[in-house]
């Protein structure tokens, strides 16, 4: 998986407030193909070591490869931090990281192909690993 957009206009932007998080909350996203999937209930951050850790965590309790993981996030907005001796002013931080902006109802997982018991412990262990309020939901009517 891609840490980081190829190309962008500005090398540094500026901060995303949590105000503009939560007027994006009203747009209800539609969940894909999968049968099982990871819904975030507030908005918040998520960076990539955070996703790849879940990611990860998912990958490992299962031995088969009978299933397929989508993942429905991308880090796409930079982060920048100044030095810790630096002084008030000259100029923006340098870039640290990247992060994608979660609105609340985003599914951000999306698991195709094992059986309910054994999807939900896979995903009640990612859910552990993410720093905003989650819940798993079946997509099978």
């Known amino acids: 998986m891609k840490q ?10 500026q901060k995303i407030n949590e105000t503009y998080l939560k007027i994006l909350q009203q747009k209800y996203i539609i969940p894909g193909e999968g049968q099982y999937a990871i819904k975030s209930i507030i908005a918040g951050k998520l960076t990539f070591k955070q996703i790849e850790s879940a990611r990860k ?3 490992r309790t299962f031995t088969d490869k009978t299933f397929k993981i989508r993942i429905k996030v991308f880090t796409y907005q930079p982060f920048t931090q100044k030095s810790v001796a630096s002084r008030m002013g000259k100029g923006k931080g340098k870039l640290v990281g990247w992060f994608c902006p979660i609105r609340a109802g985003q599914i951000i997982f999306e698991i195709l192909g094992p059986s309910g018991l054994d ?3 896979a995903l ?3 859910v552990s690993k993410l720093p905003v309020k ?5 997509l099978i009517y």
């Open 4 to 13: 980081y957009p190829s190309k962008l206009k500005f090398r540094k932007y």
């Open 124 to 126: 009640k262990k990612a």
């Open 119 to 121: 999807a939900f412990r």
């Open 57 to 59: 965590c998912i990958k």
């Open 134 to 138: 989650a819940k798993i939901i079946s």
